[in-house]
């Protein structure tokens, strides 16, 4: 299983990006896709999260303006961000869990720089 995430890059504040997430590889059935972020000097946390169902749940700094969904035929999670911050500037990484099995899969990660 590989996760091949893409879409960051420099903005401005105030603008968009929207990242997107492939999974490919022998899935039989992908759970929850998730969107986590490192920043510099920073703990890796939670942004969003989708279940197969289309439930999403969001941090409270990013409510409001980031929006998550998934194509399930294609196997891809997007992360809509809009009015972004330069606190937003971070590394981006995909998660995914797949029914039945315990250990998550990780993506390698997209760099988003927001500029004030």
């Known amino acids: 299983v590989q996760l091949q995430a893409c879409g960051g890059g420099l903005v401005q504040a105030g603008n968009s990006l929207r990242l997107s997430c492939v999974v490919s590889?022998?899935?039989?059935?992908?759970?929850?896709m998730s969107w986590y972020r490192q920043a510099p000097g920073k703990q890796r946390e939670l942004v969003a999260t989708?279940?197969?169902?289309?439930?999403?749940n969001y941090a409270d700094s990013v409510k409001g303006r980031f929006t998550i969904s998934r194509d399930n035929r294609k196997n891809t999670a997007y992360l809509q961000m809009n009015s972004l911050k330069p606190e937003d500037t971070a590394v981006y990484y995909c998660?995914?869990?797949?029914?039945?099995?315990?250990?998550?899969?990780w993506g390698q990660g997209t760099q988003v720089t927001v500029s004030s």
């Open positions: 989708i279940t197969r169902g289309g439930s999403t």
């Open positions: 998660r995914i869990t797949i029914v039945g099995f315990s250990t998550p899969y």
């Open positions: 590889g022998t899935i039989f059935s992908i759970n929850d």
